[in-house]
């Protein structure tokens, strides 16, 4: 598990050079943003203490395999006191309803842990706001720093190489894209996550973009077709 410090409040953990997950700063320790893949918890946990707190709260951006592959044994690990916090959408399949019509898309683990709050949009985690973000799952969601417009953006952009939106291949994460729904909704989320002219954009793959709204725009030319 690699640690590097994005900014004050924010610390990215790096897991085989593959995916991502975020320690947010907050008073009483660290809210998680996603788990990564499976055998991660004590990586995890290890990471929370070496910044000098605990993980209170586990927040996913959505419930594909590789952000939510450590969250049964990181839940058993802390305990019930940890509140997990997944988009609705998302929490109803991996409890095993059928919501989409055709295919669904990405990897949908067997998860026993189930949400103890349900994301729609507009929330707040702690200094996070909660901006619903569908396209790449049903019930994707991000996350807003409003201390500092960091943008924790899950797989609506990945950042290798370049920003992209994941719908369409040839990029150099292509798993993105093949994991993606509705590759005509995650790029209007694309846009409203523009919208917000964030000074930091953070994905759940590829490192950290600093003052990103004109990576972000070229990005969504691409998606376009421009």
């Not at 790096?14 to 943003?33: K, P, Q």
């Not at 203490?49 to 209170?56: C, D, K, M, P, T």
């Not at 790449?136 to 960091?150: E, M, N, Q, S």
């Amino acid at each position: 598990m690699r640690a590097t410090q994005i900014t004050d409040n924010l610390i990215q953990l790096n897991r085989l050079h593959f995916v991502n997950a975020y320690l947010v700063r907050e008073s009483d320790g660290f809210t998680l943003v996603d788990t990564t893949i499976g055998k991660a918890a004590d990586g995890l946990v290890a990471a929370a203490r070496e910044a000098g707190g605990e993980i209170r709260r586990i927040a996913l951006t959505h419930g594909h395999g590789d952000h939510v592959g450590a969250l049964d044994a990181l839940h058993a690990r802390l305990g019930e006191d940890v509140e997990v916090l997944l988009g609705e959408l998302d929490a109803r399949i991996l409890a095993g309803e059928s919501i989409v019509d055709g295919e669904l898309r990405g990897s949908w683990p067997k998860v026993a842990t189930k949400p103890d709050t349900l994301l729609h949009g507009g929330e707040r985690v702690g200094s996070l706001e909660v901006v619903a973000s569908p396209g790449h799952t049903p019930g994707h969601v991000a996350f807003l720093d409003t201390r500092d417009r960091t943008l924790i953006a899950g797989d609506t952009f990945t950042t290798y190489w370049r920003a992209e939106i994941p719908n369409r291949l040839g990029q150099r994460f292509p798993l993105a894209t093949m994991g993606t729904q509705d590759r005509g909704q995650v790029v209007e989320s694309a846009r409203a996550l523009r919208e917000l002219e964030p000074a930091v954009l953070v994905c759940g793959h590829g490192p950290a973009l600093r003052s990103p709204v004109a990576a972000m725009d070229a990005a969504l030319a691409r998606a376009a077709g421009r």
